[in-house]
C-alpha cells in the first residue's frame, strides 16, 4: 500500500460494491423480478425498500470505517524502512544496502560525514588519553 491512490481506489470499488447492491435491491423491488420469474401479483413495498437501503448503508458505513482504518494501518507498516540491528544497513527490496546508499537512491539526495557533539568529545576524550 505504498501508493496511497491505490488506498483511495480500494475504498472507491468499495462504495461502488455498496451502491450496486443498494441499485440491485431498488431495481428488485421496482421490476418485481420474483414475481416475474416464479409468478404472483404482488405490488412495491417501498417500506421495505426503504429498511433494506438503511440496512444496507448501516453495514457499509461499519465496513468502510473498519476498511479504511486497516488500510492506514497497512500504509503506516508498510512506510517502516527495516533496519539490520547489528551492521545498521537497510532492507531495500530484498536487498541489504549502507544506509548513505539508501538515503542516496530514496531519497534523491547526497550525504557528507561529519560528528556529532556527544561522539566527538568522545573521540577526544580517548585521544587525550592516548597522548598521555
Not at 1 to 25: D, Q, T
Not at 63 to 80: D, N, P, Q, S
Not at 84 to 95: E, K, M, V
Not at 115 to 125: D, F, H, Q, V
Request: aromatic share 12%.
Amino acid at each position: 500500500m505504498k501508493n496511497p491512490n491505490k488506498a483511495h481506489r480500494i475504498l472507491w470499488y468499495e462504495c461502488v460494491g455498496f451502491l450496486v447492491i443498494i441499485l440491485l435491491s431498488w431495481g428488485d423491488e421496482l421490476l418485481r423480478l420474483p414475481q416475474r420469474i416464479f409468478g404472483g401479483a404482488q405490488n412495491p413495498n417501498w417500506r421495505e425498500g426503504a429498511i433494506e437501503t438503511l440496512v444496507i448503508l448501516f453495514v457499509w458505513l461499519v465496513v468502510f470505517v473498519l476498511t479504511k482504518r486497516i488500510v492506514a494501518r497497512l500504509h503506516y507498516l508498510e512506510g517502516m524502512v527495516k533496519m539490520c540491528a547489528w551492521c545498521r544497513r537497510l532492507d531495500q527490496n530484498g536487498r541489504w544496502v549502507a544506509f548513505e546508499e539508501y538515503i542516496v537512491r530514496d531519497m534523491h539526495t547526497t550525504t557528507s560525514h561529519g560528528m556529532c557533539p556527544e561522539c566527538e568529545a568522545r573521540m577526544l576524550g580517548e585521544f587525550s588519553e592516548k597522548l598521555t
